[in-house]
C-alpha cells in the first residue's frame, strides 16, 4: 500500500482539510477520558503548521444520527487541541454552514479551525457527494488522519477525495506501516493473541490471520466455543451455539495451514457477572454448571507466556477476560508484560484491548498501539478501507 502523504504534496499556505478521528471518551461533565487520539493527530497537525498551511479540521464525536446534539458538540475537543498545540483552535458553529464559511474564508497562515461534529448532518453517513463537495469547497487539499474511521465510507472519510488531492497523514502513514509491515512481511515467529467476546466479531480475523500466523492463542470468552465445540460442558460462560461447527473448522484450517492454535488449558470461573464474585480456577474440560469463566487460569498464563518468549512478531487483539474486573484481569494483564518484555514487534489491534494495556501503564512500551477499533479489526481481516482506498497512490 503506497499511498501519498502530507509530505508528497505541496500545502504551503494552503487550506487544508484534515479529517481526524477525534472520537474520544468523556465522562458525564463533559471532560474527556482518554485523549490518546488528539496526542496522536497532533504530528500532521504540528506539520502543516510548520508549513504555513490553513488547517481546517474536521471530525465525528459519537453518534448523534444526523441531529444537532450538545453532547456530541466538538467543543471539548477544541479546548483540548488548543491545550495541547498552545495556540487558539476556532470551533466553527456547523460543519458547512455560515459559522464554518465565515471562520474559513479569511483564515491566516498556520491558523487552526475545527469544524463542528460530521455527524451533526445525516448527509455525513450516507457519504453524499453534495455535502462532500460543499466540505471540500473549504479546502484546496484534503488530509485524511482518522484511521479509526477509514472503515467508514462517510462524506468527510472518502466522499470528499472526489474533489480534491487527497492524501495521508502522519498517523495513517504510521498504522499502514506498522500493521502493513506485520501482515505482509513478518519477522517470525510470527504469534496473534485474540480475545474478546464474541467468535462471531473475529471470524474475519481468525480466517484471515491463519493464513499467515506461525501460532495463533485463543483467550476471552470466545474460548468456551471452541471447548463447547468439542463436546465439553462450559457452565454459564459465554458461548455461540450457532458458532460450533464454525469454531471446529477453523480448528481444522489450522492444522492444515500448520499453524499451532493453542487454546487455554485452565480459566478462573466466578458465580456471576460482578466484582467481588466467588472464584475458583478449573481446567477447561472441567468447567462446572453454575460457574462462568471470567479469565485465563495461571497454566495457560505460563503456556502462552513460553510461546511468546520466542515470537519476533506478535499482533495482539481482543483482552483475554473480563479485565474490568480486577480478580479476571490477571491473564490479560500477565500477557501483557510478557510484550513489555519481549524482544519482538508487538502490535496491538482494539479498542479494549489498548485500553487494558492502557490501564496498567504499558502503553509505551509497545511497539504500536492502533487508534483503530473497528477499523484495525478490518484492516487485519485483510479488508479494504474506504477512507485509504481513496487516497492517491505514490
Ligand atoms: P477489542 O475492543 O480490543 O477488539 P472486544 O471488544 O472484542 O475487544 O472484547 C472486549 C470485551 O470482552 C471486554 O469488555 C471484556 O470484558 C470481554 N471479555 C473478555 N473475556 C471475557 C470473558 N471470559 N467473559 C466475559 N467477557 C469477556
Ligand atoms: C471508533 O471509535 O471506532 C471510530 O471513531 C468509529 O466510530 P463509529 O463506530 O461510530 O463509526
Ligand atoms: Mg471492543
Aim: glycine share 8%; hydrophobic share 40%.
Amino acid at each position: 500500500m503506497n499511498k501519498k502523504t502530507v509530505e508528497d504534496i505541496d500545502v504551503r499556505g494552503k487550506k487544508v482539510l484534515v479529517r481526524c478521528d477525534f472520537n474520544v471518551p468523556q465522562d458525564e461533565n463533559g471532560n474527556i477520558t482518554d485523549n490518546r487520539r488528539i496526542i496522536a493527530s497532533l504530528p500532521t497537525i504540528k506539520y502543516l503548521l510548520e508549513k504555513n498551511a490553513k488547517v481546517i479540521l474536521c471530525s465525528h464525536l459519537g453518534r448523534p444520527k444526523g441531529e444537532i446534539k450538545k453532547e456530541f458538540s466538538l467543543a471539548p475537543v477544541a479546548r483540548e487541541l488548543t491545550k495541547q498545540l498552545g495556540i487558539e483552535v476556532k470551533l466553527a458553529d456547523d460543519i458547512i454552514g455560515e459559522s464554518a464559511k465565515k471562520l474559513t474564508s479569511n483564515m491566516n497562515e498556520g491558523e487552526i479551525v475545527l469544524l463542528e461534529n460530521v455527524r451533526f448532518d445525516a448527509r455525513e453517513e450516507k457519504n453524499d457527494p453534495e455535502f462532500a463537495k460543499e466540505l471540500a469547497s473549504l479546502a484546496e487539499v484534503y488530509v485524511n488522519d482518522a484511521f479509526g474511521t477509514s472503515h467508514r465510507a462517510h462524506a468527510s472519510t472518502a466522499g470528499v477525495a472526489d474533489y480534491l488531492p487527497a492524501v495521508s497523514g502522519f498517523l495513517i502513514k504510521k498504522e499502514l506501516e506498522f500493521m502493513g509491515n506485520a501482515l505482509e512481511n513478518p519477522q517470525r515467529p510470527f504469534v496473534a493473541i485474540l480475545g474478546g467476546k464474541k467468535v462471531s466479531d473475529k471470524i474475519g480475523v481468525i480466517n484471515s490471520l491463519l493464513e499467515k500466523v506461525d501460532t495463533l492463542i485463543i483467550g476471552g470468552a470466545m474460548a468456551y466455543t471452541f471447548f463447547k465445540a468439542q463436546g465439553y460442558e462450559v457452565g454459564d460462560s459465554i458461548c455461540e451455539l450457532d458458532k460450533l461447527d464454525l469454531a471446529l473448522e477453523l480448528m481444522e484450517k489450522a492444522k492444515q495451514k500448520n499453524v499451532k492454535l493453542m487454546l487455554p488449558v485452565d480459566t478462573k470461573v466466578g458465580k456471576e457477572m460482578k466484582q467481588d464474585t466467588e472464584s475458583k480456577t478449573v481446567k477447561c474440560t472441567e468447567i462446572p454448571a453454575g460457574w462462568e469463566g471470567f479469565d485465563i487460569g495461571e497454566e495457560t498464563i505460563k503456556l502462552y507466556k513460553e510461546e511468546l518468549k520466542n515470537a519476533k512478531t506478535i499482533v495482539w487483539n481482543g483482552p483475554l477476560g473480563l479485565f474490568e474486573f480486577d480478580q479476571f484481569a490477571i491473564g490479560t494483564n500477565e500477557i501483557a508484560k510478557a510484550l513489555a518484555n519481549v524482544d519482538a514487534i508487538t502490535i496491538i489491534g482494539g479498542g479494549d484491548s489498548s485500553a487494558a494495556i492502557e490501564k496498567i501503564g504499558l502503553s509505551d512500551k509497545m511497539t504500536h498501539i492502533s487508534t483503530g477499533g473497528g477499523a484495525s479489526l478490518e484492516f487485519l481481516e485483510g479488508k479494504k478501507l474506504p477512507g485509504i482506498e481513496c487516497l492517491q497512490e505514490k
